[in-house]
């Protein structure tokens, strides 16, 4: 089963800065196979970027994703106030779904 | 829009089972992958399982520390998702959600049904 290892386990930044997650596997993932989620506290999550840097409908383009291989990043560009959360990396393999341990993105 | 209502949540004990419905509207449910995933309190996201369209073969898959105890069944011409729980452990509790599949990715999700194990 391929893990998914986020860092950091929490990111303490200001409004209007830029966020860099990662996301890294144990072994190689298909671009294809990998997507981030965003969730809020008492909310179910929300999915922001699949095919490893396809933003999905109604997200702002200040979400961004790249890498590939084993090594993913999400980037938020320019924080909002609404953008501190919990983010989760996700993949697929082996008819099996995994997801990181999750970065939370908190106000400095 | 698309709409995914999870019930059937509650206090059970250990060795019990419990029967979680998601009620699907807004998109054609037939054609759906659909998954749960559960979520552990303060903890993270935990794939539980899969079910196919059944033009895909309607086939079911599992994470391992559920199979052979969860069951997943579709009835399409109500378009309701169902997931069987049986012989149920304290590390079960969760949020169970229910999720439309989008290729490889969980697009749409519902808000969750606190599934309770504990004597």
């Known amino acids: 089963e391929i893990v998914l290892t986020q860092s950091p386990g929490t990111l303490s930044l200001s409004p209007g800065e830029r966020a860099t997650l990662s996301c890294r596997a144990s072994q190689s993932v298909s671009s294809t196979y990998l997507a981030w989620y965003q969730q809020k506290p008492g909310q179910a999550p929300r999915l922001l970027i699949y095919g490893a840097s396809s933003r999905a409908t109604g997200i702002p383009d200040r979400f961004s994703g790249s890498g590939s291989g084993t090594d993913f990043t999400l980037t938020i560009s320019r924080l909002e106030p609404e953008d501190f959360a919990v983010y989760y990396c996700q993949q697929y393999g082996s008819s099996r779904y995994t997801f990181g341990q999750g970065t939370k993105l908190e106000i400095k | 829009e698309v709409q995914l209502v999870e019930s059937g949540g509650g206090l059970v004990k250990p060795g019990g089972s419990l029967r979680l419905t998601c009620a699907a509207s807004g998109f054609t449910f037939s054609n759906a992958w659909m998954s749960w995933v559960r979520q552990a309190p303060g903890k993270g996201l935990e794939w539980v399982g899969r079910?196919?369209?059944?033009?895909?073969?309607?086939?079911?898959d599992y994470t391992a520390p559920v199979k052979g105890r969860f069951t997943i069944s579709r009835d399409d011409s109500k378009t309701t998702l169902y997931l069987q729980m049986n012989s149920l452990k304290t590390e079960d509790t969760a949020v169970y959600y229910c999720?439309?599949?989008?290729?490889?990715?969980?697009?749409?999700w519902g808000q969750g049904t606190l599934v309770t194990v504990s004597s």
């Open positions: 999720t439309t599949q989008s290729g490889y990715r969980f697009a749409y």
């Open positions: 079910i196919k369209s059944k033009t895909d073969g309607g086939t079911t």
